[in-house]
């Protein structure tokens, strides 16, 4: 474990001499800062309005979806962080010569993949449920509206960029880093329209978009923890205010069983086989 | 009596093909303790190979190919090693210190500040420990690969074009390195393009061409006696078969037949003209 934390610690210490951490802060302060202008003002316009006189309550509706709103841009951003950590990795440092010099170590190759993976794997899952945890503060403060579940969410966020972590990190092993980098961020885009596809069958009552979207779901399990975390926002709320939630962008969104997470478990160890073993064998 | 040092490489019927390509054929090669022997060959010969090999980069297609007794790429293997590759580079944003310390720890040496002051010193970049691999000269940055390969005190040396990007001065200071080297027991591969270079500080040479050992000796057997040059007063002449030890008789013979004689010359090939010869070239 020594030589994994070596290799994960130098890969963070790399991403902070680059700036990609101060870049990625002074961006993400941007990101909340706008947030919460928006967050205030949808609040104060909605409370003009006097919603709740229609038996619903507006802060729930407005904090949900908002709230969800930067869910997806929490996840778009952890996923842009994941990938470019990753994408050259493998080939793309191979390519370049600086993986030879460490591969002659007395270090296994399996160790070198498990410090990298390591390193972008805490990076994203950590910075995904601070930048989560930090929205849901603000959608508080501004609306004082407070999801039903916190925690479920935040590890569905972190569990699912690790996957997509993963993902790269073992498509850095088989294309280089401009292919592998286009190739995760489409599966990315693929998962999201599968999801939105799984949000519009559900709510026009289809049953094949309703399978398509279960479907993209287990091949593409990241997509599945973020509905499920989109889901854990409102998953207590009921009445008029859940009929007013579901008619909006994140509404439709499917809660996940015990299995969909057992599933993101092992679909992780898979990518992971699939990294390790393609490693092993690549001519470098 | 049996030798029960294993040898610092050993490679054996060593094949290597990409697809319809086949890079290797089939290589015999022993590097021993503490010898330093030179790998020539052309562009392409499969040079880069046999040493991708020996360092676990390469899988070979078959043969055998095994690093102070221990299978090539595995983890005892590499404790031995030291490896500069020929297109090799150092993440720009890190010091030398920084660098050599990464390498200590994932070879886990305990030498610590003094193993690193150590090995700048000895490379000839005594100052540059704080220096950033980004603003380094090439030819710095290739020292700095020499001092990263030396790190945990290695039995084997594999040194890819290890000159390539340094000025003669550079030049000299690796030769003089090597020479300490092989005081201290290191056994080196290396792999170079300088014949002159391997001329000087090599133990034995090995040709490689087309994937094949195509000749393999000391310097001074690979450069063959080429005949005896007479100078006389009707010209030079050229007595082709014969050797050093021959030149007084023909001078004799000469003599006694009335030619005067200014001058005499064995002739011997150089490396060069070995290499060309062994690899076909002109």
């Not at chain 2, 087309?210 to 007479?230: C, D, F, I, R």
């Amino acid at each position: 474990m020594t030589a994994v934390r070596v290799i994960a610690v130098f890969t963070l210490r790399e991403s902070l001499r680059r700036r990609v951490f101060a870049v990625v802060g002074v961006l993400t302060v941007a990101f909340l800062a706008l947030y919460g202008l928006g967050t205030w003002q949808l609040h104060r316009d909605i409370n003009d309005v006097g919603f709740n006189q229609l038996g619903v309550e507006p802060n729930v509706i407005v904090g949900a979806t908002l709230l969800g709103l930067a869910m997806f841009g929490t996840m778009f951003l952890g996923t842009v962080l994941a990938v470019f950590l990753t994408l050259g990795a493998v080939r793309g440092d191979a390519e370049r010569g600086l993986l030879q010099p460490l591969l002659v170590r007395p270090v296994s190759r399996r160790t070198l993949l498990l410090g990298r993976y390591a390193a972008a794997a805490a990076v994203c899952a950590a910075y995904v449920a601070a930048v989560f945890v930090a929205a849901t503060i603000i959608t508080w403060a501004f609306g004082g509206w407070w999801p039903d579940h916190l925690l479920l969410p935040a590890i569905g966020l972190a569990l699912a960029v690790a996957i997509l972590a993963a993902v790269s990190l073992a498509g850095s092993v088989f294309l280089s880093a401009t292919a592998n980098g286009i190739a995760v961020f489409m599966v990315f885009g693929a998962g999201l329209v599968a999801g939105l596809l799984g949000q519009i069958g559900e709510a026009l009552s289809s049953g094949t978009l309703q399978n398509v979207a279960e479907v993209a779901s287990w091949l593409l399990p990241f997509e599945g923890l973020y509905q499920a975390a989109l889901a854990g926002l409102t998953a207590d709320t009921v009445g008029f205010t859940r009929l007013a939630i579901n008619l909006g962008p994140f509404g439709r969104a499917q809660s996940a069983g015990p299995g969909l997470w057992l599933w993101a478990l092992v679909y992780l160890g898979l990518v992971g086989v699939c990294a390790l073993r393609g490693f092993a064998r690549r001519d470098l | 009596m049996v030798c029960l040092v294993p040898a610092a490489l050993s490679v054996s019927a060593l094949v290597k093909t990409y697809g319809s390509v086949h890079a290797l054929v089939g290589v015999d090669l022993e590097v021993g303790e503490g010898e330093l022997v030179g790998l020539l060959g052309p562009n392409g010969a499969g040079k880069s190979t046999v040493v991708k090999v020996a360092c676990g980069l390469v899988t070979p297609t078959s043969g055998r190919a095994e690093v102070c007794g221990e299978p090539a790429g595995s983890v005892a293997a590499h404790r031995s090693l030291g490896y500069l590759a020929e297109l090799f580079r150092f993440p720009d944003w890190c010091t030398a210190h920084e660098l050599l310390e990464l390498h200590q720890r994932l070879a886990e040496s305990e030498g610590g500040a003094v193993e690193r002051a150590e090995l700048l010193e000895l490379v000839g970049l005594p100052d540059a420990g704080e220096t950033r691999v980004g603003t380094m000269s090439k030819g710095m940055q290739q020292r700095l690969g020499i001092a990263q390969a030396l790190i945990g005190s290695p039995r084997l040396l594999l040194l890819d074009e290890p000159t390539s990007a340094l000025d003669p001065s550079g030049r000299r200071t690796v030769r003089a390195l090597l020479e300490e080297l092989r005081g201290r027991g290191v056994a080196v591969l290396l792999n170079s393009h300088l014949l002159s270079e391997v001329e000087l500080v090599c133990d034995r040479v090995a040709i490689i061409d087309h994937g094949a050992l195509v000749a393999a000796g000391t310097p001074a057997e690979l450069s063959h006696a080429g005949g005896v040059e007479v100078e006389t007063a009707g010209g030079t002449r050229v007595f082709a078969a014969a050797r050093r030890d021959d030149a007084p008789g023909i001078v004799r013979e000469l003599v006694a037949a009335g030619e005067e004689v200014y001058g005499v010359r064995v002739l011997t090939s150089s490396l060069e003209d070995a290499y060309l010869e062994a690899v076909g070239g002109s």
